[in-house]
């Protein structure tokens, strides 16, 4: 498994493409979730993924503070179906969270993965609020 992290202008299109096609499959497809996933934030993220041989497994993108909360954010966490139970999950969170560094994080969290992130550091900062049809909540992590 290769670790990668690159800015947007980094990723080349194959990437990009690797990357897309997960998000729709577990986000669009899987989860029956329709939205607009070229929401603006992409290009001024930075971008978190594991692949074998170009097969993305997980991936996740560092939003910078203030795009969409005041403190850095990391979203689209996705674990491809195939991966999960593996321990690969808690592995992309940690190298999401060593690579923004000592700073507060704040996430929008699907509510069923709340003990997740919570066995992470995070810590509820909300009520449950719906985000296209799926309950989530933010929660945050001090340094």
């Not at 993305?56 to 560092?62: D, G, N, Q, T």
């Not at 321990?87 to 940690?94: D, Q, R, Y």
């Not at 995070?122 to 799926?134: C, T």
Request: charged share 25%; glycine share 8%.
């Amino acid at each position: 498994m290769r670790w990668n992290v690159r800015a947007f202008s980094e990723l080349s299109a194959i990437e990009l493409y690797a990357i897309t096609a997960l998000r729709e499959r577990v986000f669009v497809v899987e989860q029956r979730c329709a939205y607009l996933d070229a929401d603006g934030i992409d290009p001024f993220a930075r971008h978190l993924w594991a692949d074998d041989a170009g097969v993305i497994h997980a991936y996740l993108r560092i939003v910078p503070p203030r795009m969409k909360f005041d403190e850095v954010s990391l979203g689209r966490v996705i674990v491809a179906p195939e991966a999960r139970g593996t321990g690969l999950g808690k592995e992309l969170m940690t190298r999401g969270l060593a690579a923004v560094g000592p700073v507060p994080v704040r996430i929008g969290a699907q509510a069923h993965l709340e003990k997740f992130y919570g066995d992470l550091g995070f810590v509820r900062a909300s009520e449950l609020y719906d985000e296209d049809g799926i309950p989530h909540l933010e929660m945050t992590r001090a340094p």
